[in-house]
T-cell receptor
Framework: KQEVTQIPAALSVPEGENLVLNCSFT??????LQWFRQDPGKGLTSLLL?????REQTSGRLNASLDKSSGRSTLYIAASQPGDSATYLCAVSRGYGGATNKLIFGTGTLLAVQP | NAGVTQTPKFQVLKTGQSMTLQCAQDMNHEYMSWYRQDPGMGLRLIHYSVGAGITDQGEVPNGYNVSRSTTEDFPLRLLSAAPSQTSVYFCASSYSTGTLRTEAFFGQGTRLTVV
């Protein structure tokens, strides 16, 4: 059974720091891995999607990497800002043909960036 | 482009009542799914659909029913609400091309309380 773990569960950093969030998964048979951001009381906003054949994706100050063989992904946030404060979720996608896209989520990392 | 729209945003039910959570997407996505989010548990898959007329169970299907009569709509029915179904419910959609799965788009969620 696929299990997704995110460490740390919570993180507090001063503004301007570079930081890394970690995600690990137990089964390497995935379609892709997706990082989401969730603000309190809100829905999930997709940040980055890495297909299983890719090693990394970048968007602005965000960089996500994927190492399927070791079952790990990292989300790197450069020059953090108070507006980055949110819960960050990673999810791996698996399915068995057709259009299935079952997502298995980690429990998230709660990030607080102090001004 | 509205994306994924969920209604209502908030709902309070009495134990034993039934209701339907609505989900609609305007991106012509074939794959739609429902998740529930509980503290400390992450998001868990309830039911999913790979196209109109095709649905299947996810990880936690008991007490819920779904149908998919059109590509756009994927309602979730609570048959007889129980306090254990107090949660935040998210609907998501995506599409596939061969073995590639696109990013999943999520609605803003329905916060349900069963008393």
């Amino acid at each position: 059974k696929q299990e997704v773990t995110q460490i740390p569960a919570a993180l507090s950093v001063p503004e301007g720091e570079n930081l890394v969030l970690n995600c690990s998964f137990t089964d390497s048979a995935i379609y892709n891995l997706q990082w989401f951001r969730q603000d309190p009381g809100k829905g999930l906003t997709s940040l980055l999607l890495i297909q299983s054949s890719q090693r990394e994706q970048t968007s602005g100050r965000l960089n996500a990497s994927l190492d399927k063989s070791s079952g790990r992904s990292t989300l790197y946030i450069a020059a953090s800002q108070p507006g980055d404060s949110a819960t960050y979720l990673c999810a791996v996608s698996r399915g068995y043909g057709g259009a299935t896209n079952k997502l298995i989520f980690g429990t998230g990392t709660l990030l607080a960036v102090q001004p | 482009n509205a994306g994924v729209t969920q209604t209502p945003k908030f709902q309070v039910l009495k134990t034993g009542q039934s209701m339907t959570l609505q989900c609609a997407q305007d991106m012509n996505h074939e794959y739609m799914s429902w998740y529930r989010q509980d503290p400390g548990m992450g998001l868990r898959l309830i039911h999913y659909s790979v196209g109109a007329g095709i649905t299947d169970q996810g990880e936690v299907p008991n007490g819920y029913n779904v149908s998919r009569s059109t590509t756009e709509d994927f309602p979730l029915r609570l048959l007889s609400a129980a306090p254990s179904q107090t949660s935040v419910y998210f609907c998501a959609s995506s599409y596939s091309t061969g073995t590639l799965r696109t990013e999943a788009f999520f609605g803003q969620g329905t916060r349900l309380t069963v008393v």
